[in-house]
Structures are given as structure tokens and as C-alpha cells.
């Protein structure tokens, strides 16, 4: 996915996990009863679930965004806009490639309206698990 300051090439969840631990030690911080229980500004699960299918940290940032949408206004499906996204130099074409990725595994299912703002419904976790999708 992307290369770091300490050359750490994080490619898969071992490599993330073992960059995320040295991160915390070198900065002096103890984990936090949330992070001990798995998660992470999202369920570990659900990190886990996307890191597979999406390819840049842009898609991965859509991923999260999308959840922590579904979070704060418990519903199952979500507007998402533009703006917040643009806020953090994310550019719309890597939100539609981030939202086709997770459509196609199963994950979401999306909902465009021409030059509306588009609805993700999340599907059922079951389903989206039986795709297995592996990172190319």
C-alpha cells in the first residue's frame, strides 16, 4: 500500500499491525482498552474486511469514512459527499474507484442518481465475507 519514513513497506495487515505497534512503543503511549478490544476508529473487523480489496491509502481513507458515516448516523445507509473528502485532498475519482472496489466484493452496494450525491448501503456482513477477495 504505501511506503513509510522507516522504509516499513506496509503491503498486508502483518506489516501494518507490526508498523502500528512500533509506532505506538517509540512514541511512549499506552494502548488503550479500545485498541486491546480491536478497534481502531472502526471495528478491527471491518479494517480487516476492506484492507483486502482496497489498493491505495485513498481508497482505504473512502473505507473508513464511509463506516464512520454509518457509525454516527446508525444507519445502514449513507449519503457521501464529496466535501469531507476533498478537505483531506482526496479527489472524487479515487472515491468512485474505492466504492466500486468494496461493491464488488460484496461489501456495499452503491446507488447513483445522475449528478446526485450517492448512497452506500452496507450489506449484510454474511454475503460480503463469502467473497474473500484477496489484495491484487
Given at each position: 500500500?504505501?511506503?513509510?519514513?522507516d522504509g516499513l513497506e506496509i503491503t498486508d495487515l502483518d506489516s501494518l499491525q507490526q508498523w502500528m505497534n512500533k509506532s505506538t512503543r517509540q512514541s511512549g503511549v499506552k494502548a488503550?482498552?479500545?485498541?486491546?478490544d480491536g478497534h481502531i476508529g472502526c471495528p478491527l473487523s471491518w479494517f480487516r474486511?476492506?484492507?483486502q480489496v482496497v489498493r491505495s491509502k485513498n481508497e482505504?481513507?473512502?473505507a473508513l469514512h464511509?463506516?464512520?458515516?454509518?457509525?454516527i448516523r446508525h444507519s445502514r445507509t449513507v449519503a457521501v459527499s464529496n466535501a469531507f473528502l476533498t478537505e483531506l485532498g482526496i479527489d472524487p475519482h479515487a472515491?468512485?474507484?474505492a466504492l466500486d472496489r468494496?461493491?464488488?466484493a460484496g461489501i456495499i452496494t452503491v446507488r447513483r442518481r445522475h449528478k446526485q450525491t450517492i448512497k452506500v448501503t452496507f450489506r449484510d456482513r454474511k454475503r460480503a465475507k463469502g467473497h474473500g477477495h484477496a489484495r491484487p
Open positions: 500500500m504505501d511506503s513509510h519514513a488503550s482498552s479500545k485498541s486491546r474486511l476492506v484492507f482505504l481513507a473512502v464511509i463506516y464512520r458515516l454509518r457509525s472515491k468512485y474507484r468494496l461493491e464488488a
